[in-house]
């Protein structure tokens, strides 16, 4: 069945870096949308990045994150990275890979949660200031 799972998460101080993995399993890695999402507590769950996962896909960010972090994805791998840097606090959250397989929506609906039918199990990220 379909896996997701998440890793390279962990604290850093403002300012640092962590890079996040997200392999899937279970499925062609061919033509489709994989998306990053963060969840803080007490606030809803919002799309940070995606790609399509073609080679040299195009690739969506938060404006929030845009200029700091960079998805990317080692396909031979069905690997996913979020690369973040210059981290501040309130990048602090529980971060999510997801897909849903296909590519339908990915330019238009690339941060919508509903969008997504498969999700990891998420891998923490705390900055402190």
């Known amino acids: 069945q379909v896996q997701l799972e998440e890793s390279g998460g962990g604290s850093v101080q403002a300012g640092g870096s962590l890079r996040l993995s997200c392999a899937a399993s279970?499925?062609?890695?061919?033509?489709?949308?994989m998306g990053w999402f963060r969840q803080a507590p007490g606030k809803e769950r919002e799309g940070v990045a995606a790609?399509?996962?073609?080679?040299?896909?195009?690739?969506y960010y938060h404006d929030s994150v845009r200029g700091r972090f960079t998805i990317s994805q080692d396909i031979p791998r069905g690997t996913v990275y979020l690369q973040m840097n210059s981290l501040k606090p309130e990048d602090t959250a529980m971060y999510y890979c997801a897909t849903d397989l296909t590519t339908a929506g990915c330019l238009s609906q690339w941060g919508s949660v509903s969008r997504y039918n498969y999700w990891g199990q998420g891998t923490q990220v705390s900055v402190s200031s």
């Open positions: 790609l399509y996962t073609v080679q040299g896909g195009r690739t």
């Open positions: 279970g499925y062609a890695y061919i033509s489709h949308c």
